[in-house]
């Protein structure tokens, strides 16, 4: 379905260079960008390409829906991540945040992004598709450097697309490390690179890493990324191979990723 976009929009910044990307290619199309910034890494960015950046706690509600109403924001996206183990540490959790998840009867990511997306719309707030400005960093099928897999790897990478996607249905995680047919590492509520590292140091050398969408991947939250920071984790541990899905995987800067996985003896593909 259609959805014809405001002149403004608002911005739920998480960590990365992603919600910078986005913010950029809304400016472009003529969008005023206001920004609630819940990572310090990338607020200088977002400056540069947002009309206002609040600094917030992702445990401050109350204060981030106050704040959007002010701003008389109607639509707004989700762009970059949030590390799940917030939830256990609850730094600066206002009563409201408390209150939201004492709601759920889960707190896996979906049903914590769907808490938040509930509310949001209770104010009159639309929460967008996370790609409408992102949809040319999407990953082609085939592979993306110039280092192929082996039979085995192939092997390997097609079965742990199956287990990512099993994962996936129960959000676990959309991550897993395979080597020799067997299921080293899932990820958790540790992410991507910290799974890696886990299942990697198990495997030794050579372990096949894949990241798919869920099953029923909701496209407001939580769409695969992948970067440069994964494949460095990935050298550190001698992993060989990462396989992601095409079509509904981002990579980001993907010329300086790919060069690096080039230089790197690593193997991109999209299945």
């Not at 609040?54 to 991540?81: C, H, R, V």
């Not at 372990?207 to 992948?226: G, L």
Request: charged letters at 25%; glycine letters at 8%; a positive charge.
């Amino acid at each position: 379905m259609s959805i014809t976009l405001n002149n403004k929009l608002g911005l739920i910044a998480g960590n990365g260079q992603l919600p910078v990307i986005w913010a950029k290619n809304a400016g472009t199309n003529g969008i005023d960008v206001v920004a609630i910034s819940l990572s310090a890494d990338n607020k200088k960015d977002l400056k540069k390409y947002c009309s206002t950046v609040y600094d917030f706690g992702p445990g401050q509600i109350q204060k981030i829906s106050e704040t959007l109403q002010k701003e008389n924001i109607k639509q707004l996206a989700f762009i970059g991540k949030v590390h799940k183990g917030l939830v256990l540490r609850r730094p600066k959790f206002d009563a409201k945040a408390i209150e939201l998840l004492k709601q759920a009867k889960r707190l896996n990511d979906d049903a914590v992004m769907l808490l938040a997306v509930s509310e949001l719309e209770k104010i009159g707030i639309t929460v967008l598709d996370q790609t409408i400005f992102i949809k040319n960093l999407m990953v082609a099928p085939g592979i993306l450097g110039r280092h192929k897999p082996t039979k085995e790897q192939e092997d390997d990478a097609k079965y742990g697309f199956w287990v990512a996607k099993a994962m996936g249905q129960v959000d676990i995680g959309q991550t897993v490390v395979i080597k020799d047919k067997m299921v080293i590492a899932v990820e958790a509520i540790e992410g991507t690179d910290k799974c890696i590292e886990r299942g990697a140091k198990i495997a030794k050398k050579g372990a096949v890493i894949v990241k798919t969408a869920k099953p029923s991947q909701d496209t407001r939250f939580d769409i695969p990324a992948f970067g440069l920071e994964t494949l460095k984790t990935m050298k550190k541990h001698k992993a060989s191979v990462i396989a992601v899905e095409a079509g509904k995987t981002i990579i980001v800067d993907q010329q300086k990723t790919i060069q690096y996985a080039d230089a790197n003896n690593i193997v991109v593909m999209a299945l």
